[in-house]
């Protein structure tokens, strides 16, 4: 018995002093710096992401590989309308190096949120949706929507409501672009809305046969088209921008950041602000086939989300 009791003994000891390990260890690591919790990778605690990326003169981007707002080369090299903007006012906060990460539209906003990236450069629409999940610079650029088919437009479609009204027209968007959102809410069904990972896969989609008609901002279906210079297909010229909810459909662009990087979009839209006021944010555009027509004005965030 004395035995017996002389191991439990010992065995209390040891796992009490276990335990008063384990919480010494969680009470260190939980009352750290409550600012440390949104640094990004690679910044040291209390530094926020932009004191990281201006200290480490490079910064991490993701985009969808859509033209013309970003995209890869042949020859690997990151560009677009949304990354040389970017790359002209990062360059101006001291901030030299851009590194993409490629990943499907509807994926940029939670890969931002996990850190997997400093901020979005992918023409993404300003949306009230989209500013509850991140935070938004003021917008780049304005634009409406478009439509291709195949060459004579088989089915006579000129709008979003002529694919509603259609009994069995297909129509392709890339996943979780603003077009699908548009699209349901002029009664086009569910079923007949597909979704595909980018651009060239909706004009796979519309080759094959899969659908009847893509969709996408007027600048993305061109570049689209340009790029597959096939005559199976054609833009419609006359298509009629959607009203919903007595409003015009059409959008706003801007670079995104997460929710707890102030100072970073402040300093961005101070930066972008001088490039509307130069004139080098129209020349920045106009090498991806934007025109003076795109230009955002004086549009501001805090007057599209309310």
């Known amino acids: 018995m004395r035995l017996f009791y002389s191991e439990t003994k010992n065995v209390r000891r040891i796992c009490f002093m276990l335990l008063t390990a384990a919480m010494a260890t969680f009470l260190f690591t939980g009352c750290g710096n409550p600012g440390s919790q949104s640094s990004s990778p690679g910044a040291s605690a209390g530094e926020t992401t932009l004191e990281k990326v201006r200290r480490e003169g490079s910064v991490t981007i993701g985009f969808a590989n859509e033209k013309p707002y970003a995209y890869q080369t042949a020859q690997g090299e990151l560009t677009g309308e949304a990354v040389e903007v970017a790359r002209a006012v990062l360059k101006n906060l001291g901030i030299d190096e851009m ?78 672009a603003i077009e699908y959102d548009y ?14 990972p980018d651009m060239p896969s909706a004009l796979a989609a519309l080759q094959a046969g899969r659908v009847d008609v893509i969709t996408a901002t007027g600048p993305s279906l061109q570049s689209t088209l340009d790029t597959a210079n096939n005559p199976d297909f054609e833009r419609v010229t006359d298509f009629e921008q959607p009203v919903i909810d007595g409003k015009s459909v059409r959008g706003y662009g801007a670079t995104a950041f997460r929710k707890e990087d102030g100072d970073f979009v402040e300093a961005f839209n101070k930066e972008l602000k001088n490039l509307q ?18 230009l955002p004005g004086d549009m501001t965030l805090e007057e599209l989300i309310k």
């Open 277 to 294: 006021d130069s004139g080098e944010l129209l020349k920045i555009l106009q090498e991806f086939g934007f025109t003076e027509e795109e």
């Open 183 to 196: 699209l349901t809410a002029v009664g086009v069904a569910k079923d007949r809305i597909v979704t595909v």
């Open 99 to 176: 590194k993409g990460v490629l990943t499907e539209f509807g994926s940029l906003i939670p890969g931002l949120q996990a850190q997997r990236f400093d901020m979005v450069t992918a023409g993404m629409f300003i949306t009230p949706e989209r500013a509850g999940d991140v935070s938004f610079a003021n917008p780049e650029y304005s634009i409406g929507q478009a439509i291709a088919v195949k060459k004579g437009n088989p089915l006579d479609l000129h709008s979003y409501e002529d694919i509603a009204g259609h009994e069995t027209a297909l129509v392709a968007v890339p996943g979780g």
